[in-house]
Nanobody, 121 residues
Framework: QVQLVESGGGLVQAGGSLRLSCAAS????????MGWFRQAPGKEREFVAA????????YYVDSMKGRFTISRDNAKNSVYLQMNSLKPEDTAVFYC??????????????WGQGTQVTVSS
């Protein structure tokens, strides 16, 4: 079955950086768009970034453009989220997701279990 496993979360000071990874198995990875979402305490899950199966098409939520970079390595069946200049309001559980089509909605076929990112002020 399809599995998405996130890693790389942790505690970081404001202004710091983290790189999240998501390892995928059980699917033809290069055929799937991959996305990152996050859910802050008491808030709904929200879209962060996504990229196409080839990696040539990317999309970011406006508020994260310039700070976050999504990338993928199809040879390693992995997708990454480089997060720079982190702010306390970035504190959330970050999830990766996979779907045959890219979307900013939550209607992705497969989800990981999430990794916690905590940014201290």
């Amino acid at each position: 079955q399809v599995q998405l496993v996130e890693s790389g979360g942790g505690l970081v000071q404001a202004g710091g950086s983290l790189r999240l990874s998501c390892a995928a198995s059980g699917l033809t990875f290069s055929s799937y768009a991959m996305g990152w979402f996050r859910q802050a305490p008491g808030k709904e899950r929200e879209f962060v970034a996504a990229l196409s199966g080839s990696g040539r098409i990317t999309y970011y939520v406006d508020s994260m453009k310039g700070r976050f970079t999504i990338s993928r390595d199809n040879a390693k069946n992995s997708v990454y989220l480089q997060m720079n200049s982190l702010k306390p309001e970035d504190t959330a559980v970050f999830y990766c997701a996979a779907d045959l089509t890219m979307s900013t909605s939550l209607s992705w076929d497969y989800w990981g279990q999430g990794t916690q990112v905590t940014v201290s002020s």
